[in-house]
């Protein structure tokens, strides 16, 4: 029998989403109020793999992955994804933007072997965690390389945000060294 253990902390990372860059930038600055300072952001990415968002955020919409500096237990995920729903529906409250929708924020948490993201939708993949959030394991590390699953959303799949995501990763081994050293 195996005996439990605490899960390792994992890093932090937002996915934020808009066509409107003062949206993308009004996300960083309360996502860094919130959870801390961002380690790293990646370059933005054309969101264009499904027009589902279209009717709620428009059309030209621009994806970036930020990752905090604090790593966090992976039980604080549905906090976290419920934190950022709240930003969301703050935002859309200002009434800044034309969209019912100018923003999408999906948090996630990277460890060295997948990327988990959070979720208020149910599928067969996914695991309820806790409060109407769902958890799945979007890629899978394999061979010095992140790897899709049948179900990864197709933005996830491209090799771009893939790459960056090593990048992630390679801050979170620094991370975990300078944990232990």
Not at 51 to 71: A, H, N, R, S, W
Not at 90 to 102: C, I, K, N, S
Request: net charge neutral; with cysteine.
């Amino acid at each position: 029998m195996g005996a439990p253990r605490l899960a390792d902390p994992a890093l932090l990372v937002v996915a934020a989403f808009s066509r409107h860059a003062d949206a993308l930038e009004w996300a960083v600055e309360r996502l860094t109020r919130d959870f801390g300072p961002i380690a790293l952001r990646s370059p933005l990415f054309s969101f264009h793999q499904t027009k589902y968002y279209e009717p709620t955020m428009g059309g030209g919409l621009q994806k970036q992955l930020c990752g905090f500096e604090q790593l966090v237990p992976p039980e604080q995920l549905p906090r976290i994804k419920q934190r950022t729903n709240d930003l969301e529906t703050e935002l859309a409250g200002t009434g800044r933007f034309p969209e019912p929708r100018p923003l999408n924020l999906d948090p996630g948490l990277l460890t060295l072997g997948k990327l988990v993201l959070a979720t208020t939708k149910d599928q067969a993949h996914r695991i309820y965690l806790v409060d109407g959030i769902y958890a799945e394991v979007t890629l899978r590390f394999e061979a010095g390389e992140y790897v899709p699953w049948p179900w990864t959303y197709a933005d996830y799949q491209e090799p771009a945000l893939r790459g960056a995501l090593k990048d992630f990763r390679d801050y979170l081994k620094r991370a975990i060294a300078a944990r232990s050293g």
